[in-house]
């Protein structure tokens, strides 16, 4: 997102989204299916439902890792009006966000924004790391970060929080909180939304 200059608020949650929603409006909302406590259809839901809501017609793209046949109706039929599977490609959030800010906000330069470096840009002790064991596909994490160094900044954020991330889901699993422990509590596991 920093290459096309969109000014941005951050929530970490669902109700960290209705604060915002409440009193903002946006063009806007990227919102992700899994968050701790509401996840986005429940958020969703509620910021349709807030009274006195700034951002109630705003347009909601929900991100999400179910990439399956008949996910995108599935989200749709939720009253989100679009959808991203993740990872997100900078081009497909690029497109996305073309199609659904307002016209007289979208200033298109032509080629993509997002200039993609070579492997060579990243630093020895990573690339050498398959050779001791650890394993990172640093072609894909460059596509997706568009440059070394935000690569690395998503490295950095994901060793800072996954052990946090881990000891999270084990006590959702020890105290029996499915709603948090997997994707929707509410249906079995299928073919199609796993």
């Known amino acids: 997102m920093k290459a096309t200059q ?11 989204a209705l604060a915002l929603t ?24 509620a910021i349709r439902a807030q009274s006195d809501g700034k951002s ?4 909601v793209i929900c991100l999400t890792a179910n990439a399956v046949s008949g996910a995108r109706e599935w989200y749709l039929d939720r009253g989100f009006n679009d959808y991203l599977t993740k990872p997100v490609t900078g081009h497909d ?4 966000l073309v199609k659904y800010l307002p016209h ?16 060579d840009s990243l630093p020895e002790w ?4 398959s050779e001791s064991g ?13 440059s070394a160094a935000d690569y690395l900044e998503a490295l950095r954020l994901f060793q800072k ?15 029996k909180d499915w709603k948090n422990f997997t994707t929707n509590p509410k249906r079995k596991p299928s073919p199609r939304f796993i």
């Open 56 to 59: 109630r017609q705003t347009p």
């Open 22 to 45: 409440n009193k903002n409006v946006y063009d806007v909302i990227f919102l992700d299916h899994r968050m701790p406590g509401m996840d986005g259809v429940e958020t969703l839901a």
């Open 93 to 96: 959030l690029e497109e996305m």
């Open 134 to 146: 650890h394993v990172l596909d640093t072609k894909t994490g460059l596509k997706y970060c568009g």
């Open 6 to 16: 969109v000014n941005l608020d951050e929530a970490e949650s669902g109700q960290e």
């Open 104 to 119: 007289g906000k979208v200033s298109l330069t032509g080629a993509c924004t997002f200039n993609f470096e070579s492997e």
């Open 126 to 129: 990573l690339l050498s790391s």
């Open 161 to 175: 929080s996954a052990d946090q991330k881990a000891d999270e889901i084990e006590q959702f699993f020890k105290e």
